[in-house]
């Protein structure tokens, strides 16, 4: 059964600083990998996909990668804002149907 | 395009009534999922459908009807409200299998 673990649980940082944040999946055979950010009482904002071909996608100030024979993405945040302050999931694409398995979230807390 | 949008954003039920939470995309997306989140548990997928006239199960499908009967609307019913299914519920939707998928707002519902 395919599990999605992200760590931290959360995480702190001054502003400015570049950051890493880890998604760690049991099962390689996984088709896309999508990563999002959720505002407080908000729905989910997509970021990033990655499909299964792929190492990695950028927009902006953020890089996504994939190793899927390691079965890890990150999700790097250059010259991190408090606007970043956010909880950002990863999902992967898996089954027949390409149902989304989901990880608990990293909860980013960018101080001035 | 509106992208996804869920109507209505707040909702308190009373134990044992029913109700249908709306969702509505313009994006001519085949799939579209019903979610519910909770803390500490993630997003968990209820019901999802893959095209008009066609839904299955998700993880947590009990007490929860839906119906696909044109590819822009994807309604879900409560039978009967209970405390337990007081949650924040998001419709998503996608393109195809492996494109990147799009959220609603949201709806919070509270059952007393």
């Known amino acids: 059964k395919q599990e999605v673990t992200q760590i931290p649980a959360a995480l702190s940082v001054p502003e400015g600083e570049n950051l890493v944040l880890n998604c760690s999946f049991t099962d390689s055979a996984i088709y896309n990998l999508q990563w999002f950010r959720q505002d407080p009482g908000k729905g989910l904002t997509s970021l990033l996909l990655i499909q299964s071909s792929q190492r990695e996608q950028t927009s902006g100030r953020l890089n996504a990668s994939l190793d899927k024979s390691s079965g890890r993405s990150t999700l790097y945040i250059a010259a991190s804002q408090p606007g970043d302050s956010a909880t950002y999931l990863c999902a992967v694409y898996a089954g027949n149907n390409r149902k989304l398995i989901w990880g608990l979230g990293t909860s980013l807390a960018v101080n001035p | 395009n509106a992208g996804v949008t869920q109507t209505p954003k707040f909702q308190v039920l009373k134990t044992g009534q029913s109700m249908t939470l709306q969702c509505a995309q313009d994006m001519n997306h085949e799939y579209m999922s019903w979610y519910r989140q909770d803390p500490g548990m993630g997003l968990r997928l209820i019901h999802y459908s893959v095209g008009a006239g066609i839904t299955d199960q998700g993880e947590v499908p009990n007490g929860y009807n839906v119906s696909r009967s044109t590819t822009e609307d994807f309604p879900l019913r409560l039978l009967s409200a209970a405390p337990s299914q007081t949650s924040v519920y998001f419709c998503?939707?996608?393109?195809?299998?492996?494109?990147?998928?799009?959220f609603g707002p949201g709806t919070r519902l509270t059952v007393t």
């Open positions: 998503a939707s996608r393109r195809d299998a492996g494109y990147e998928q799009y």
